[in-house]
């Protein structure tokens, strides 16, 4: 069964320091998505992409965050300097269609220190 | 008044009940209606997916949205200790289908 991959599944880092998530979507999915969850708090949103561009982000997602779609198959999140509080796991999903029928990765844990 | 609503819990109930869960909304504009499970330190997987109002049945899960009440449910029929997991709700408007509003969970545990 196809399914979402992320990699790193846990990062530690230190406060300050750029940190890169990868997603590798399900093949011929085409809207992919970004998702935080603090430990014990609800799962929010913070980006979507759709043909090579954001189509909608959060609050969250501020000038800090970036994506990109680099070849064919990856999906990055990038935070360009660290803070405590994005300490949080974050999910990589994918749809073929903007239907709602989310496919989550088994997440990337972010620890800062 | 928070988007969606969603009773943390824990909710514990002996193995073979019937589990009830169910979420509120403010936002008279969803239409896309979804409760994913979710096991500790896990991805969230999609359970089940509805459309507008009405009732959808798979298996031992039937899902259940009333828009006039603005209140969405999942039953679990025979509950078993692997259903024991957070559930979520979640759901969006077709008009900004893009950003997925989720509840903050429910923990579920079943007693065997």
């Known amino acids: 069964e196809p399914e979402v991959t992320q990699t790193p599944s846990h990062q530690v880092t230190q406060m300050g320091q750029e940190v890169i998530l990868r997603c590798v979507p399900i093949s011929n999915h085409l809207y992919f998505y970004w998702y935080r969850q603090i430990l014990g708090q609800k799962v929010e949103f913070l980006v979507s992409f759709y043909n090579n561009e954001i189509s909608e982000k959060s609050e969250i997602f501020d000038d800090q965050f970036s994506v990109e779609r680099p070849d064919g198959s990856n999906f990055t999140l990038k935070i360009r300097s660290t803070k405590l509080e994005d300490s949080a796991m974050y999910f990589c999903a994918s749809t073929q269609g903007r239907t709602g029928e989310l496919f989550f990765g088994e997440g990337s844990r972010l620890t800062v220190l | 008044q928070k988007e969606v609503e969603q009773d943390p819990g824990p909710l514990s109930v002996p193995e073979g009940a019937i589990v009830s869960l169910n979420c509120t909304y403010s936002?008279?504009?969803?239409?896309?209606f979804m409760w994913y499970r979710q096991y500790s330190r896990k991805g969230p997987e999609l359970l089940m997916y509805t459309y507008s109002s009405g009732n959808k049945e798979d298996g031992r899960f039937t899902a259940q949205v009333d828009k006039s009440s603005k209140y969405i449910s999942l039953f679990i029929r025979d509950s078993q200790p692997s259903d024991s997991a957070t559930y979520l709700c979640a759901m969006s408007d077709p008009n900004r289908d893009d950003k997925i509003i989720f509840g903050k969970g429910t923990r579920l545990h079943i007693l065997p």
């Open positions: 936002n008279s504009a969803f239409q896309y």
